[in-house]
């Protein structure tokens, strides 16, 4: 049986083969990082990125808008050598866990936490925790972008295994439901961690529970970055501002 590593861990041990797996998801990766960068606010002039790998998305999402202020947030250590370089030029840098996220002061114009950031977040309480943070941070008319890996995305999954997810939530629905072994075996780096995959009313009601109201949901092809149609076709991209309940929250 392989040992089972946190996500930190994990990402550590992956670091140094972290551009080989970005490279097969490449597609996927820029098509989300295109609809960030068209759905951004317009004159943002600051971006966190939570769990930023590499730093290489939210150097460019910066730089095709113009950002100035970039605060990279990164607990995996090892993966904040690739930072200090091209890609986090320019940049802050925290070496922090989404969950750490209450410690700071600020605001930003715009926050992301890309490629299933939230779905390393354990126990699920957390995730709201987290959610709930990115909306004490964003500015009042800032944006959040979080993408997931979605459970029911037939093309990827396939037709017979997301049936089965379907009728196991219709059956017995739990948190849990969507919780994941993930592998990577690349270049003869073998690890394995926990991961958690999402149903479009699972993230719905974490954000709703964060004070965060839901402005897009967009469906995103996992193989190709293609924009789909159907939800069973992709994974979601949600755009998210916060809610005037939350602004209410931050000042009382």
Not at 114 to 134: C, D, K, M, Y
Not at 149 to 163: E, F, I, M, S, W
Not at 175 to 198: A, I, P, Q, Y
Request: aromatic share 8%; proline share 3%; net charge positive.
């Amino acid at each position: 049986m392989p040992i089972v590593l946190d996500p930190i861990a994990a990402y550590d041990r992956i670091a140094p083969v972290f551009a080989h797996i970005t490279a097969e998801r490449r597609a996927y990766l820029d098509g989300v990082d295109r609809l960030v960068i068209s759905e951004m606010p317009a004159q943002s002039r600051s971006l966190q990125d939570v769990g930023s790998g590499d730093g290489r998305r939210a150097r460019r999402i910066s730089q095709a808008r113009g950002i100035a202020q970039l605060v990279l947030v990164e607990p995996a250590v090892a993966m904040q050598a690739a930072m200090q370089g091209a890609n986090g030029a320019g940049a802050g840098f925290l070496t922090l866990r989404a969950e750490e996220l209450s410690t700071l002061a600020g605001e930003f114009d715009a926050i992301t936490g890309l490629w299933n950031v939230l779905g390393h977040i354990f126990p699920a309480a957390s995730r709201t925790q987290v959610l709930r943070e990115f909306a004490r941070l964003v500015s009042p008319q800032g944006r959040i972008f979080v993408d997931v890996q979605h459970r029911y995305n037939a093309r990827h999954y396939g037709v017979l295994p997301t049936a089965g997810r379907f009728l196991k939530d219709r059956l017995r629905w739990s948190e849990d439901n969507g919780d994941v072994s993930v592998d990577w075996d690349v270049e003869g780096v073998l690890c394995t961690t926990r991961g958690h995959v999402f149903t479009h009313r699972e993230f719905r009601s974490l954000a709703q529970a964060a004070g965060l109201k839901i402005c897009k949901r967009l469906v995103v092809d996992y193989a190709t970055g293609v924009g789909r149609r159907w939800s069973f076709a992709g994974h979601l991209l949600y755009v998210l501002e916060r809610t005037a309940l939350a602004r209410v929250q931050q000042t009382s």
